[in-house]
């Protein structure tokens, strides 16, 4: 009798907890569209209502095209220049000196740490100040310091996640090399580094991402991006909406390529789902 209470009591405990999930799954259903339905309807409303097309195609060119390819341009040097910065700061990570090791930890605690748009200063701002006043060699240094701030910042996150990609490679591979004869260079380069690039492109993918957004930051460097660009246009014609959904419109021309880029090498990458991209 007491088995049978036993029983009846954990089917209708059974039973609550279906009955619970399904009541979390629906409102999540319900909540998941009504929140869809709301950001469509409100994305609708702005370019049907707010986008002044006449003042869209005006402001096109030559503002936002210049603005756009800078951008383009910035990113292309710096993304470039931090990943092969990132390659030697994580492999400088992980070396067996513990000075070199300790330097690269020193550098990535540095640029992960302090603010991004602190670093652009100190770079635009305090360089100069090292030579006499009126001296300083370089011009259109802006330029400069923002490809100089973005890669090294950058370089620290790039090499963040390669030393995770590293230190996720079982010792035993490196061990194995080494007793075939490989050196530790060789043994790094033909055996650690693939399968570390490929654990850990994700998160230099995304790094990278985060760098094309970082670019906004570039107009306190007086940087004619996409942001000043707004910000002109909002100043003479007091209209936000129709340049706002412009800079949108233009980070998305280089964020989703990115990405796409981003899945197709990892798919490439990984030997499961080689050839699988979306």
């Given at each position: 009798?007491?088995?049978?209470?036993?029983?009846?009591?954990?089917?209708?405990?059974?039973?609550?907890?279906?009955?619970?999930?399904?009541?979390?799954?629906?409102?999540?259903?319900?909540?998941?569209?009504?929140?869809?339905?709301?950001?469509?309807?409100?994305?609708?409303?702005?370019?049907?209502?707010?986008?002044?097309?006449?003042?869209?195609?005006?402001?096109?060119?030559?503002?936002?095209?210049?603005?756009?390819?800078?951008?383009?341009?910035?990113?292309?040097?710096?993304?470039?220049?931090?990943?092969?910065?990132?390659?030697?700061?994580?492999?400088?990570?992980?070396?067996?000196?513990?000075?070199?090791?300790?330097?690269?930890?020193?550098?990535?605690?540095?640029?992960?740490?302090?603010?991004?748009?602190?670093?652009?200063?100190?770079?635009?701002?305090?360089v100069p100040q090292l030579w006499p006043p009126?001296?300083?060699?370089?011009?259109?240094?802006?330029?400069?310091?923002?490809?100089?701030?973005l890669t090294l910042n950058h370089a620290a996150?790039?090499?963040?996640?390669?030393?995770?990609?590293?230190?996720?490679?079982?010792?035993?591979?490196?061990?194995?090399?080494?007793?075939?004869?490989?050196?530790?260079?060789?043994?790094?380069?033909?055996?650690?580094?693939?399968?570390?690039?490929?654990?850990?492109?994700?998160?230099?993918?995304?790094?990278?991402?985060?760098?094309?957004?970082?670019?906004?930051?570039?107009?306190?460097?007086?940087?004619?991006?996409?942001?000043?660009?707004?910000?002109?246009?909002?100043?003479?014609?007091?209209?936000?909406?129709?340049?706002?959904?412009?800079?949108?419109?233009?980070?998305?021309?280089?964020?989703?390529?990115?990405?796409k880029v981003i899945r197709t090498l990892e798919?490439?990458?990984?030997?499961?789902?080689?050839?699988?991209?979306?």
């Amino acid at each position: 009798m007491a088995t049978d209470s036993g029983r009846a009591a954990e089917r209708d405990r059974g039973f609550l907890e279906q009955l619970n999930d399904r009541t979390f799954r629906r409102l999540g259903v319900v909540g998941t569209t009504a929140f869809a339905l709301g950001v469509a309807l409100f994305i609708g409303y702005i370019l049907t209502v707010r986008v002044d097309y006449a003042l869209l195609i005006n402001i096109v060119y030559p503002q936002f095209t210049f603005a756009f390819l800078r951008v383009i341009g910035i990113v292309l040097v710096s993304s470039v220049l931090s990943v092969i910065a990132g390659v030697m700061v994580g492999l400088a990570r992980v070396s067996q000196t513990r000075v070199t090791s300790s330097i690269a930890k020193s550098y990535i605690e540095f640029f992960r740490g302090t603010p991004l748009l602190f670093q652009l200063f100190v770079i635009y701002l305090g360089v100069p100040q090292l030579w006499p006043p009126g001296q300083f060699p370089i011009q259109g240094f802006n330029y400069y310091a923002a490809v100089i701030g973005l890669t090294l910042n950058h370089a620290a996150y790039v090499g963040e996640a390669l030393r995770g990609g590293i230190e996720s490679i079982p010792d035993g591979q490196m061990e194995a090399s080494r007793s075939l004869g490989m050196s530790y260079i060789q043994s790094m380069r033909e055996v650690i580094l693939p399968q570390a690039w490929r654990n850990s492109l994700a998160a230099i993918g995304n790094d990278q991402v985060i760098l094309v957004k970082d670019t906004s930051l570039l107009t306190v460097l007086a940087i004619p991006e996409l942001l000043s660009a707004f910000r002109q246009i909002n100043s003479a014609t007091f209209d936000a909406w129709t340049p706002i959904v412009l800079v949108a419109i233009a980070y998305l021309m280089i964020t989703v390529p990115l990405g796409k880029v981003i899945r197709t090498l990892e798919a490439r990458a990984d030997p499961a789902t080689h050839g699988g991209d979306d």
